[in-house]
């Protein structure tokens, strides 16, 4: 009964989702379906709704210990980077709509960090729980918070004109020091 209303409230979740990713711009669309995929990892890694069972790799506990250190600093990021953006981007409202542009800070070393974020927060679920259904959310997510990312750096560059070039040449678009 509880592994039904655990799957019962995933699919709430996707029908909020989708309903939500009708609205947005392309960047908004595709973080969302990543948040999707770490919602469905978390759920699975806590409450193993689906029993996937069919292991690609024997279960690891360092890989575990890794993991959870992994996801942690992905939970650290993003509440750095949304305190960032809330005290530093004035923000018409909320703290995601941001009129200016950040540039110090975790912001000084990548331009996307709330999508790092995400990525790393699914990698490190990923890595708890390797599954042959994790990897397929792990490559989705993974996907969409690069491409949400790529899309967003368009999105900024139309926002913030020339002084967005000039950050956009000093700093990564997604992994620190990398690319």
């Known amino acids: 009964m509880v592994r039904v209303i655990y799957i019962v409230l995933i699919l709430l979740i996707l029908w909020w989702f989708i309903a939500a990713v009708k609205k947005r711009e392309k960047h908004e669309m595709a973080i969302?379906?990543?948040m999707?995929?770490?919602l469905t990892l978390w759920f699975e890694l806590l409450f193993g709704i689906f029993e996937f069972k069919y292991w690609i790799l024997p279960e690891i506990k360092t890989l575990k210990i890794i993991g959870s250190i992994v996801s942690s600093l992905g939970a650290v990021v993003f509440i750095v980077t949304v305190i960032t953006m809330k005290l530093l981007g004035e923000p018409e409202k909320g703290w995601e709509q941001t009129t200016t542009l950040i540039k110090t800070g975790v912001f000084s070393i990548?331009?996307?960090?709330?999508y790092f974020?995400?990525?790393l927060a699914i990698l490190g679920f990923f890595m708890m729980q390797i599954s042959t259904f994790s990897i397929v959310l792990?490559?989705?997510g993974a996907i969409c918070s690069f491409l949400a990312a790529k899309f967003e750096d368009k999105w900024d560059l139309g926002k913030f004109g020339e002084s967005y070039v000039n950050y956009k040449s000093k700093t990564k678009l997604f992994f620190p020091f990398f690319y």
């Open 36 to 38: 999707f995929c770490l």
């Open 117 to 119: 974020a995400a990525f």
């Open 138 to 140: 792990f490559i989705v």
């Open 32 to 34: 969302s379906i990543a």
């Open 110 to 114: 990548i331009r996307h960090p709330m």
